[in-house]
Structures are given as structure tokens and as C-alpha cells.
């Protein structure tokens, strides 16, 4: 069946430091990709997608690029804050319209320190 | 913005007890959700529903869950005998034809 694997955490940075959470997927076909983002306390919140490959999402300063090649869609950002503190998770979508089944990988937590 | 709101935001119920969690979709979305979340696990689909019937179910939803949309604006999760392992955060979502929106959850405590 369709998996996402992502890199373990805690991921530990400073304040303006460069990030990269490592996302690759499994899927028959060609999923949608997503990064959803849990801030404490807080829902789910779409970060950003991808719809096939090559596309690339970007949000708040975040990227991520659908890379078929690689079964990848790494999270980037050049310069964290501490308000990006959160927890981080990759999801995949069988269909690219209509009903959008879910599946995530575990979270990648990110601290980030001032 | 409109919003998945969850209510409530926290239940704490005793083992065999039924409880019911309830969720407000975006108003002009077709397609509903439940997911849940384990805590430190990741985030599990447990059922869709689509048309006023389920579309697609989980192994875990299994004959203890059921799911209801009573009256055109509330979507809800029914867990009749609930247990120790029910103990989770409970996210409902609901999408148009391209993205899914989640609420806020409802953290489930079975004692």
C-alpha cells in the first residue's frame, strides 16, 4: 500500500538556520503531495502541496519540491524563526481531485531556538 | 476564513462508555473525514463519507465506530463501548475537490 517515511526528530536548530525535514513516499500512480504543520496545541494546518511532479509548493518561506526521480518532497526553509516551532508532516494523496484520502508519515518535530 | 471547528476540545470518559464527537465541515464541501492520532504516533484515516453514506473505512473503524451526519451541518463520530486504546486526538476534515481541511481535534481520554 501507499507509505510516507520521514526523517526522526527532533530536529534542533537556531534562529535564521537553514532547514530540510526529509520526506520520500511509496504510491502506485501519481499521488498529490502535502506538508501539513501542528503548531502546539493546535489542528492540522495545510503548509503546502504539490499536484505532480516537478511542481513545486512554497508557503511562509517553506518549499518543497515533487520529485517522481526520487519518490521525494523535502521540506526546505533558508532562515528559521522561532515561531516555526512545530511539529511537521508529510502526506500523500492517491487522487488529485475529489475525495483526499490521507496518508501521513509520523512527524518531524522542529525546535528552534532564538 | 472558514474553518473545521471540533467540540469538544477535550472529553474524558470511563472505559464501555459510548461518546459521541462532533464536527462542523466547511459549508460547501462535499467530501468528511475522521482521523486520528495516538499520541507520539502518526496521524491514522479512519473513514470518509461522502453523499450521506461512508465512502471508504479504515480496519480500524471497525463495528464500534459509526458515523452520522444528522442534519445537513454536523458531522459526527459515534464510538459505542469506548476503550483504553481509544485514547487519542480525534481530527475531522472535509475537503472540496482538492484539499483537505482539518479542525482543531478533540482530545479522547478513556480512564
Known amino acids: 500500500g501507499n507509505s510516507v517515511t520521514q526523517m526522526e526528530g527532533p530536529v534542533t536548530l537556531s534562529e535564521e538556520a537553514f532547514l530540510t525535514i526529509n520526506c520520500t513516499y511509496t504510491?502506485?500512480?501519481?499521488?498529490?503531495l502535502f506538508w501539513y504543520v501542528q503548531y502546539p496545541g493546535e489542528g492540522l494546518q495545510l503548509l503546502l502541496k504539490?499536484?505532480?511532479?516537478?511542481d513545486k509548493g512554497s508557503n511562509k518561506g517553506f518549499e518543497a519540491t515533487y520529485r517522481k526521480e526520487t519518490t521525494s518532497f523535502h521540506l526546505e526553509k533558508g532562515s528559521v524563526q522561532v515561531s516555526d516551532s512545530a511539529v511537521y508532516f508529510c502526506a500523500l494523496s492517491e487522487r488529485n481531485t475529489g475525495f483526499q484520502k490521507l496518508v501521513f508519515g509520523t512527524g518531524t518535530r522542529l525546535l528552534v531556538s532564538p | 476564513e472558514p474553518e473545521v471547528t471540533q467540540t469538544p476540545s477535550h472529553q474524558v470518559t470511563q472505559m464501555g462508555q459510548e461518546v459521541i464527537l462532533r464536527c462542523v465541515p466547511i459549508s460547501n464541501h462535499l467530501y468528511f473525514y475522521w482521523y486520528r492520532q495516538i499520541l507520539g504516533q502518526k496521524v491514522e484515516f479512519l473513514v470518509s463519507?461522502?453523499?450521506?453514506?461512508?465512502?471508504?473505512k479504515s480496519e480500524i473503524f471497525d463495528d464500534q465506530f459509526s458515523v452520522e451526519r444528522p442534519d445537513g451541518s454536523n458531522f459526527t463520530l459515534k464510538i459505542r463501548s469506548t476503550k483504553l486504546e481509544d485514547s487519542a486526538m480525534y481530527f475531522c476534515?472535509?475537503?472540496?475537490?482538492?484539499?483537505?481541511?482539518f479542525g482543531q481535534g478533540t482530545r479522547l481520554t478513556v480512564v
Open positions: 504539490a499536484t505532480k511532479a516537478d
Open positions: 504510491a502506485t500512480g501519481y499521488p498529490s
Open positions: 463519507f461522502y453523499n450521506n453514506e461512508i465512502s471508504e
Open positions: 476534515a472535509s475537503s472540496d475537490y482538492t484539499e483537505a481541511f
